[in-house]
T-cell receptor, first 113, second 112 residues
Framework: DVKVTQSSRYLVKRTGEKVFLECVQD?????MFWYRQDPGLGLRLIYF???????EKGDIPEGYSVSREKKERFSLILESASTNQTSMYLC????????????FGPGTRLLVL | AQSVTQPDIHITVSEGASLELRCNYS??????LFWYVQSPGQGLQLLLK??????LVQGIKGFEAEFKRSQSSFNLRKPSVHWSDAAEYFC??????????FGAGTTVTVRA
């Protein structure tokens, strides 16, 4: 079975803190993704990576950065957390082709106070 | 760019009744289409997907979906709903660039 794990299920941070969310997959997938999920908006793509050290902006990259130093690990960084970044963050991974299934982690619910 | 509309925000259905969730997409070519389910507190799980061939697709948990190019739709159906089907359902459309666009989701409540 494909496994995508995320470092935390719940996080509480203060405004201005630097926040790291980590995601690890065990299926040797080339692609990895970070989404943000908000009620009524579905999932919105923040960043994705198609190879080690490669990244592309998604639909809402502002206020976020990412790092992919190893194939299995993809980190999302909030440089200076703000209250409007309170949300559910979902990581996913897939093989390279467009029709390939994306497999999701359980999500991290982040609260920024 | 592709996009997805799920017209129904919330649907309530009785246990044992049939369920249909609507999904309309916008994309110029033949899309890749997916239905995912999210149970409370969980990540998303793939129910089924379509990328070519037979337009009626069978998935897990007794779900099926039909691709209708003329209507730009990919509606999800289940003949008889179980209480465990209460969840949020997302339709997504993809293209050759491996990015997915998700709909806003439909929440399904199952009453006894």
């Amino acid at each position: 079975d494909v496994k995508v794990t995320q470092s935390s299920r719940y996080l509480v941070k203060r405004t201005g803190e630097k926040v790291f969310l980590e995601c690890v997959q065990d299926m040797d997938h080339e692609n990895m993704f970070w989404y943000r999920q908000d009620p009524g908006l579905g999932l919105r793509l923040i960043y994705f990576s198609y190879d080690v050290k490669m990244k592309e902006k998604g639909d809402i990259p502002e206020g976020y950065s990412v790092s992919r130093e190893k194939k299995e690990r993809f980190s999302l960084i909030l440089e200076s957390a703000s209250t409007n970044q309170t949300s559910m963050y979902l990581c996913a991974s897939s093989f390279r082709e467009g029709r390939e299934t994306q497999y999701f982690g359980p999500g991290t619910r982040l609260l920024v106070l | 760019a592709q996009s997805v509309t799920q017209p129904d925000i919330h649907i309530t259905v009785s246990e044992g009744a049939s369920l249909e969730l609507r999904c309309n997409y916008s994309y110029g070519a033949t899309p890749y289409l997916f239905w995912y389910v999210q149970s409370p507190g969980q990540g998303l799980q793939l129910l089924l997907k379509y990328f070519s061939g037979d337009t009626l697709v069978q998935g897990i948990k007794g779900f099926e979906a039909e691709f209708k190019r003329s209507q730009s739709s990919f509606n999800l159906r289940k003949p008889s709903v179980h209480w465990s089907d209460a969840a949020e359902y997302f339709c997504a459309v993809g293209a050759n660039d491996y990015k997915l666009s998700f709909g806003a989701g439909t929440t399904v409540t199952v009453r006894a």
